[in-house]
């Protein structure tokens, strides 16, 4: 028996180095977690946001360094009209999760929260980048780039491929292969662009290239919910 995730690459940034440690890591988190889920599905009921210990140790931790959690960007995003929001309004959430990493860069530990939900059509996924860098000048580094604005906040919409990777949940090695393609938003999370970044990523299951209006309609909903997020004057 195998289960198999995609999982989008990070465009380069501050803490490139470390893209291939956080999509292994990430895809084993929703493989595990779909394990999780089963009594939610075949209940056939929407899946929730995981919130246990560790979630609201790392919620705390987050609140006093006035930092949004993981589980925070989850439950922005696991909204009940998001598959509409994506065009599939028949469908439901089969796995939501958040996780609360961070990555060593330049003798720093920058926080890398992040939420993610998956359908049947579609996976999503939003996360906070608190490596203090603006995204002005990022269109130039990045594939099919395109400069945007979102709810008055700077953006850029960007591609990047996806890894496919499989588990043996009966043992033995995983196996990793070429996806579809990811389409992101890098978005400032304020008007005047003073660093750091919310990136929000969706890709199909079927490795069809995913809608832009489906991205742009779920940032203009979801991103302005985030707490901490500033609003454009």
Not at 106 to 130: A, C, H, M, N
Request: with cysteine.
């Amino acid at each position: 028996m195998t289960e198999e995730v995609a999982a989008a690459e990070k465009g380069p940034n501050a803490w490139a180095q470390a893209i291939a440690a956080l999509v292994v890591v990430g895809a084993l988190g929703g493989a595990l977690y779909v394990l999780q889920q089963n009594d939610a599905k075949a209940a056939d009921k929407p899946a929730t946001c995981r919130v246990d210990d560790e979630d609201e140790k790392a919620a705390e931790a987050a609140k006093t360094a006035q930092r949004v959690s993981g589980t925070q960007l989850c439950t922005a995003l696991n909204r009940k009209d998001l598959p509409t929001l994506l065009g599939t309004p028949a469908e439901r959430a089969l796995t939501a999760y958040g996780s609360d990493g961070s990555v060593e860069t330049g003798g720093r530990t920058i926080p890398s929260p992040e939420g993610t939900v998956q359908l049947d059509t579609y996976t999503v996924k939003l996360s906070r980048s608190y490596d203090g860098l603006p995204i002005a000048g990022m269109q130039d580094l990045l594939n099919e780039a395109q400069t945007r604005t979102v709810a008055g906040h700077p953006a850029v919409l960007y591609s990047s491929p996806t890894i496919a990777i499989r588990f043996n949940l009966g043992g033995g090695k995983s196996q990793s292969a070429p996806g579809g393609i990811a389409r992101t938003l890098v978005v400032a999370p304020d008007a005047k662009d003073r660093g750091g970044s919310y990136e929000l990523s969706i890709w199909r299951q079927d490795d069809v290239r995913p809608d832009d209006a489906a991205l742009l309609r779920i940032a203009q909903q979801v991103l302005p919910t985030i707490p901490g997020w500033a609003a454009a004057r």
